[in-house]
């Protein structure tokens, strides 16, 4: 009887935890399409759709400098692109011209001390 009671006890909180996960990426919520950082160069693949309104954040938290670019992957060509050479954020909205994979780079160029570090997200655009 008690081996029953315990079974259940597990099954029902392994269903509880399953059901609290959120479909969203790097815990930013639902309109985090991609988030995260890196101490020399980071790559993303996406699919975006035509049409989508995004924004693209750029931290730059030690470092000289960062560069962080949306681009297609059937030809490269840049759809967005940040920079900063300032610890600072950055951040611009674009609209995904058509329905294609895309990639995204994040690039940091270390400080004379050998530290380096930025951060990236996008995001659907809060409109």
Known sequence: MERRQY???????????????GSGSG??????IVSG???FEE??????EEGDELELELTLDTGIYALANVSRNDNANDVA???????????EQFTVPT????????QVTENESGDGDASLTLRQANE
Do not use: H, K, P
């Not at 079974?7 to 996960?21: F, I, K, N, R």
């Not at 692109?81 to 951040?91: G, Y």
């Open 7 to 21: 079974l259940m006890t597990v099954s029902t909180a392994g269903t509880a935890m399953v059901a609290g996960c």
């Open 27 to 32: 815990g930013g919520g639902s309109d985090t």
């Open 37 to 39: 950082s890196t101490d």
């Open 43 to 48: 790559t993303w693949n996406v699919d975006l």
């Open 81 to 91: 692109t940040l920079e900063t050479e300032e610890q600072t954020t950055v951040t």
């Open 99 to 106: 329905t294609v994979d895309y990639f995204i780079v994040l």
